[in-house]
Structures are given as structure tokens and as C-alpha cells.
């Protein structure tokens, strides 16, 4: 492990869309760490994101929104956010929202975790919560699916 795959693939955790779906394959793949290093560095960079993500939200955004163009980016980006998680969040609670950061597809993970849990009125320590089960979640499944390689779609190809 080195100083600049490190910072890789921190930056890749912490960049939005990419977050541990980027970082934990590019560990894996590009600088060759086992899986248990690039699943470990992937979902703590992931999970020491959370309360940032929320300090943003909570503190800075509204300065933010005087833009037009990221108001209805906003506007948008979080009703997306609500629809796809209000259901699970009022069967399920905090375990809920576990359950959309920790499923590793695009438009879910801290990020939009965290505009959810802010516009359903969250309390900042259920998302802490909900946010480290998610990125523990998300990061075994995406270091299985890697680690995996092409063997776990293996089952989809009729041997001769």
C-alpha cells in the first residue's frame, strides 16, 4: 500500500456518485491491495464522510441555494431522494435508511443518505447510525463482488 494509492483511493470514497463503489475496485484492481485492504480504507474513508456531508447540508447549503440553476438541481435531487426512501424510512426507521446508503447503486450511498435524512428530519446521531451500517454494508458487498472477479457470474455461463 503506498502513500499515493492511498490518497486514491480516498479521494475516489469521497468524491459523490463514486464514493466506495469507485474506491474499493480501484484498491483492488488498479494498485492491487488485498480485499481486506481496500474493503477496510473504502468503508472507513466512506464513513468518515458522513458527518461532513451532514455539517454541508445542515450548516451551508442554504447559501447555495440562492443559485436558481442548484435550487432546482436541489429541488430535484431531493424529491428523488425522499421518494425513493420515505417508504422504507416509515416501515423501517433508521435501519432504512441503513438500507439505501448500504445498497451500492447509483443514487444512493452518504451523499444522497444524507439529504434524505436531513429532509425527513433526522436526528444527526440516526444518521451517523444509519450511515456506518450503510457503508459497512456497501463496502462487504461491493469488496465480495470484486474480490469475486469474473467467477461470480460464473453461474450464468453453461459449461461444456
Known amino acids: 500500500v503506498t502513500l499515493m494509492g492511498l490518497m486514491w483511493v480516498v479521494l475516489l470514497t469521497l468524491t459523490p456518485t463514486f464514493e466506495l463503489r469507485a474506491s474499493i475496485p480501484y484498491a483492488l484492481l488498479v494498485e492491487g491491495w488485498t480485499w481486506w485492504q481496500g474493503g477496510l480504507v473504502g468503508t472507513l474513508a466512506n464513513m468518515a464522510l458522513a458527518p461532513f456531508v451532514w455539517l454541508f447540508v445542515d450548516k451551508i447549503m442554504h447559501l447555495f441555494?440562492?443559485?436558481?440553476?442548484?435550487?432546482?438541481?436541489?429541488?430535484?435531487?431531493?424529491?428523488?431522494?425522499?421518494?425513493?426512501?420515505?417508504?422504507?424510512?416509515?416501515k423501517y426507521g433508521v435501519v432504512g435508511l441503513a438500507l439505501f446508503i448500504g445498497v451500492p447503486l447509483p443514487g444512493t450511498g452518504v451523499y444522497s443518505g444524507?439529504?434524505?435524512?436531513?429532509?425527513?428530519?433526522?436526528?444527526?446521531?440516526?444518521?451517523?447510525?444509519?450511515?456506518?451500517?450503510?457503508?459497512?454494508?456497501?463496502?462487504?458487498?461491493?469488496?465480495?463482488?470484486?474480490?469475486?472477479?469474473?467467477?461470480?457470474?460464473?453461474?450464468?455461463?453453461?459449461?461444456?
Open 65 to 90: 441555494l440562492r443559485v436558481p440553476l442548484i435550487k432546482r438541481l436541489y429541488d430535484w435531487m431531493s424529491a428523488r431522494s425522499v421518494a425513493k426512501l420515505e417508504p422504507y424510512v416509515q
Open 114 to 160: 444524507c439529504l434524505a435524512a436531513w429532509l425527513l428530519r433526522f436526528r444527526f446521531s440516526e444518521y451517523l447510525s444509519s450511515s456506518a451500517l450503510g457503508c459497512i454494508i456497501a463496502g462487504t458487498l461491493v469488496t465480495a463482488f470484486v474480490a469475486s472477479g469474473n467467477e461470480a457470474f460464473h453461474f450464468l455461463v453453461k459449461g461444456p
